[in-house]
């Protein structure tokens, strides 16, 4: 179900960062700027002429090897996950992510600078309402050849569980817990990537992992380490000298957590899922996350939010006890019979209401509107979700009665379906925009038998009656 929550947020100001990419070896400078509402994340390439823009969308994602990258127009972004993990933890909806470089710079290999580099410039608060997908159902995903699972379960708020399990002795199995996404710059942001030595190996052999040191990523020894392999990671990370650590890991650097490996993961998971494109109010248990399993849930968990998008029928209990019935709706609406066309209010908030219409065969319009084939007019149709605003609205001041909602305009109005006797209609309203000035702009729907029959964007004022 989406679920407008809150406001949006961007940046206050641009911010800049200098690194080097892990793979590459390149220098590239990264630069977060402030957006628009509704812009989302996207990746900007400004060392190409003319600079490309990749958004961060999981249909943009061409493989997962080492890191969860993106392609778009023949422009590249390597290493997306953990600038856009910093991003949702810290509360940003908006953002332009301008690099000169085809990677994003590792740093530490965790968030943490990232994180410090939004701290430092701050978080402004938009003003359109924010999207989010609330869970209501199961959801999950397993890629069968590795065991990994990830599963979305209804939850109060953005939660994310790991488990990871790489069978071996230095590295057993860990679990790591976000309980709420305010608690990511402390607990989740500062975990660096990790690796296995023999998978070092390999990448260096093959020159993959040109900007790495042992700072930047924590390297468990999963093997004897001989005097060759010794000397060929001191030429590698330009170190005098490199020893094991009791704890299994290469030296240089402590641990920040005992389960770093399973926080990062965690990290990991968050940035992958952000390429879903809105925000995620459930409870992630990701079981052996890895990018191509993160990437694989994100393109399910999309497809189920975009047709949620299209249809999106509230989900009520016809049968239950309304929030307001029509005597209710009566005493706050100007309408009487045979021109209300609303009967029951089950949701009102201050930024949706859900109303019901019953559609006879005893409507007076149906006298003269085709006779032998009777449809519901479509300007009514269009009337009754204007009532069911206009409840929205009045519900906003302390005392409706003395208050008219009068029409400013309706947009993109569409009639996918005919209404016809017999059919009960759900009106479902939302803000586009905060209400201002008794200037209210909603979306609205109307359902029948879970089937979106009419959409349109309705502008209304409120006025004082004389």
Request: aromatic share 6%; glycine share 6%.
């Amino acid at each position: 179900m989406i679920k407008k929550n809150s406001y949006q947020k961007t940046l206050n100001d641009k911010v800049t960062l200098d690194g080097v990419g892990l793979h590459t070896g390149n220098l590239v400078k990264l630069t977060f700027k402030p957006a628009p509402e509704d812009t989302g994340f996207i990746f900007v390439r400004s060392d190409l002429n003319p600079p490309v823009e990749i958004p961060a969308d999981i249909q943009y994602v061409n493989n997962t090897d080492r890191g969860t990258n993106l392609v778009k127009d023949g422009a590249k972004i390597q290493t997306s996950e953990h600038v856009l993990a910093a991003l949702v933890g810290m509360g940003v909806d908006n953002c332009y992510i301008e690099l000169d470089a085809a990677e994003s710079p590792i740093m530490d290999g965790s968030s943490k600078f990232f994180v410090e580099a939004i701290e430092s410039v701050g978080v402004e608060t938009q003003s359109k309402l924010r999207y989010e997908y609330v869970v209501t159902e199961l959801i999950s995903y397993k890629d069968e050849e590795s065991g990994s699972e990830i599963t979305l379960i209804p939850s109060d708020e953005y939660q994310v569980t790991t488990m990871v399990d790489f069978e071996t002795k230095v590295l057993g199995t860990q679990n790591a817990s976000l309980d709420t996404i305010s608690e990511f710059k402390e607990n989740i942001a500062p975990s660096r990537t990790f690796s296995f030595l023999h998978e070092l190996e390999t990448l260096l052999e093959n020159g993959l992992i040109k900007g790495g040191d042992l700072n930047n990523a924590i390297v468990y020894v999963d093997k004897p380490l001989s005097e060759s392999n010794m000397v060929r990671l001191k030429e590698a990370f330009g170190k005098d000298k490199i020893a094991v650590k009791p704890n299994g890991i290469l030296d240089n650097l402590s641990l920040h957590f005992s389960n770093e490996a399973a926080r990062h993961k965690l990290l990991d998971v968050i940035g992958d899922l952000a390429l879903v494109g809105v925000p995620i109010r459930g409870k992630v248990f990701a079981h052996k996350p890895g990018h191509k399993v993160n990437a694989n849930f994100s393109r399910k968990l999309s497809q189920i939010i975009k047709q949620e998008r299209r249809h999106n029928a509230p989900k009520i209990d016809i049968n239950s006890e309304p929030l307001m019935d029509v005597n209710d709706i009566i005493k706050m609406l100007p309408h009487r019979p045979p021109f209300l066309l609303v009967d029951k209010i089950f949701e009102l908030s201050e930024t949706h209401v859900i109303g019901l219409k019953n559609v006879t065969m005893n409507e007076p319009f149906f006298v003269g509107h085709f006779p032998g084939a009777p449809v519901m007019p479509g300007v009514l149709q269009i009337e009754a979700m204007a009532q069911a605003g206009g409840v929205l609205l009045l519900n906003t001041v302390p005392d409706p009665e003395n208050y008219l909602t009068l029409f400013m305009k309706m947009d993109n109005v569409k009639f996918k379906r005919p209404v016809k006797p017999g059919d009960t209609l759900v009106l479902k309203l939302e803000l586009i925009s905060p209400i201002r000035r008794g200037i209210c702009h909603m979306r609205g729907m109307i359902f029948a038998n879970n089937k979106l029959m009419t959409e349109g964007e309705l502008m209304a004022q409120i006025i004082k009656r004389k």
